[in-house]
């Protein structure tokens, strides 16, 4: 039940969710059934009868105590876990997932008209599972560090802040997301601000004809990752909406209102969208670094002259590859340091065209000197790397 990069977000089923009875909050449940649209029948007391949203799982109820103080308690609570285990409805899974892992829920809605007897087709499920995976990483890369482009930039670090994610089924256009409060609700939140930041970015847009509003949202971690993200739910739909609901084991984040109301795109501000995509392309600018990499590949045309070189960062920029175009006396030093297991070292300026995945005016290359144990390590590294094998073939007929 993994929201991560190139995974789908399967929904795994009840048996993958096991929340402790003894750790269990009643007071949490009790929040937890309400936001999932479980009803509660009688007045205030001891104890609370909940019955499933819509009137589903007939001859399925719960009775949760208002609090542990009573001696039967922690039955009770066992009692109502084990139904919600049984229970084939989407909401009981959804409380299950909650208790066990406290997490902060975002919730997406894609309006689209039915396909037959109500039912979702593939391609649309794909859709939104997509379309919400990248705004997942849009907050997550926010979190990082704010940019109006991140292109290859703090990728890997991005994802690997999505790891612990889990997804509910897809089912009507709806789709929810649960990200562990650890260690994930600065995701969630730097999203809340992002999200809020465009709407209100989009709607001055509408009344003044003005961009500069989107150029203010980069600080609340607008990006364009963000509004393809919104572009990609929105397209093909007759509006999305995407609402938050914080853990309430966790309580509300510092700034973030207690029920944030949910933020709604519709196909009108497509145009707005896209305008503010290009802009924040167009204006991140190049970065002066100092990157220091293992050579993985090098290409020229000839025997002799300018080469390109790709290396994997080791140090020095928020990507885990970067190509760049050298001389030939460079392109020499770069295939003698791969050849006897050294990194590079080398100075310029990461472009935001392609991604940051190019490094213009590259200079000033020299191998970087390393321990044993270390230049053993690259070695295995690099000659595991399938790309190896190309290098091999362009450095022995760039030597001839």
């Known amino acids: 039940m993994r929201l991560t990069s190139g995974s789908s977000g399967e929904a795994g089923g ?34 609370a009868r909940w019955t499933p949203p819509g009137g589903g799982g007939r001859g399925t109820s719960l009775l949760v105590p208002e609090s542990r103080a009573y001696p039967d308690s922690e039955d009770l609570i066992g009692e109502a876990l084990t139904a919600l285990a049984r229970s084939a409805l989407p909401s009981a899974r959804e409380v299950l997932v909650s208790l066990a892992v406290p997490s902060d829920e975002v ?20 859709r939104l599972r997509g379309a919400a995976h990248r705004m ?20 890997r670090q991005a994802l690997a802040a999505l790891e612990g994610v889990l997804v509910g089924s897809a089912a009507g256009g709806r789709l929810t997301a649960f990200v562990p409060v650890e260690p994930g609700r600065p995701v969630v939140v730097r999203l809340y601000e992002a999200l809020y930041a465009v709407r209100e970015a989009i709607d001055y847009r509408r009344t003044t004809g003005g961009m500069e509003a989107f150029d203010a949202a980069v600080a609340a971690g607008a990006s364009r990752e963000l509004t393809e993200s919104v572009v990609a739910l929105v397209s093909g739909s007759e509006g999305v909406r995407v609402a938050l609901e914080w853990a309430p084991a966790a309580g509300v984040p510092a700034g973030c209102a207690a029920r944030p109301e949910p933020v709604e795109f519709s196909p009108g501000d497509l145009p707005a969208l896209r305008e503010a995509g290009a802009r924040y392309l167009g204006h991140e600018p190049a970065l002066p670094v100092r990157v220091t990499g293992a050579v993985v590949r090098l290409r020229r045309s000839g025997p002799r002259g300018p080469g390109t070189v790709r290396l994997r960062v080791l140090a020095g920029a928020e990507i885990p590859y970067v190509r760049m175009e050298l001389d030939e006396e460079a392109y020499r030093i770069a295939g003698h340091a791969h050849l006897v297991g050294l990194p590079i070292r080398v100075i310029g300026r990461l472009e935001s065209r392609g991604g940051f995945r190019r490094l213009a005016g590259a200079s000033g290359v020299v191998p970087v000197q390393v321990d044993d144990a270390e230049r053993d390590r690259l070695m295995k590294s690099i000659r595991e790397n399938v790309e190896s094998i190309a290098f091999f073939e362009e450095a022995c007929a760039g030597e001839e």
């Open 136 to 155: 997942l990483l849009a907050g997550a890369l926010a979190v990082r560090g704010r940019a109006g482009y991140y292109g290859a930039r703090h990728r």
């Open 14 to 47: 009840p048996e993958t969710v096991e929340p402790v009875p003894a750790q269990v909050d009643p007071a949490v449940l009790g929040v937890l059934l309400h936001r999932h649209g479980w009803q509660r029948r009688g007045g205030a007391g001891r104890y």
């Open 107 to 126: 919730r997406w809605w894609r309006e689209t008209p039915p396909g037959p007897a109500g039912a979702t087709g593939w391609s649309e499920q794909e």
